[in-house]
């Protein structure tokens, strides 16, 4: 599938609007004019509800309008990725952020992440981050 799973922590920056974060939002920016932002369920469940809280439609529209495809949860592949994760000394990944990681795997899909605890993961798994100049994380086969 073509795209790159835009992660939480992005749209987090990318709604702000702050100018520390204008070089992610360029970035986003960038994804949306080329129809390649995609999104998941655990995305959207973090972010819609808050959104829609505080009256926010329009950005929970363009989030709604987004790619988001299904859901297909491994559950032994998890356990496999937080068992590498600890082993290698990276604790305290959460569940949701290990479905986002394994969906971008399954998927071959780059995720676009500002959360450290996925370049962690990457260590372990075979998850690339997007965009890949700026990330040094080794990949294992």
């Given at each position: 599938m073509n795209g790159v799973l835009a992660?939480?922590?992005?749209?987090?920056?990318?709604?702000?609007?702050?100018p520390e974060d204008k070089r992610v939002a360029d970035a986003l920016d960038y994804l949306l004019s080329g129809d390649e932002a995609v999104v998941n369920d655990v995305i959207l469940t973090?972010?819609?509800?808050?959104?829609?809280?505080r009256g926010e439609m329009e950005a929970a529209?363009?989030?709604g309008s987004l790619?988001?495809?299904?859901?297909?949860?491994?559950w032994k592949g998890l356990r496999d990725i937080q068992t590498e994760c600890l082993r290698a000394g990276i604790n305290k990944v959460g569940i949701p952020d290990l479905i986002i990681a394994q969906q971008a795997?399954?998927?071959d899909m780059p995720l676009f992440?500002?959360?450290r605890h996925f370049e962690l993961i990457a260590q372990v798994a075979p998850l690339c981050l997007w965009p890949r100049q700026?990330?040094?994380?080794?990949?294992?086969?």
């Open positions: 992660d939480t922590s992005v749209w987090i920056a990318y709604l702000k609007g702050r973090e972010l819609l509800p808050a959104m829609q809280a529209a363009l989030m790619r988001c495809p299904a859901l297909e949860i491994d795997v399954r998927l992440s500002l959360d700026h990330r040094s994380a080794k990949r294992k086969s």
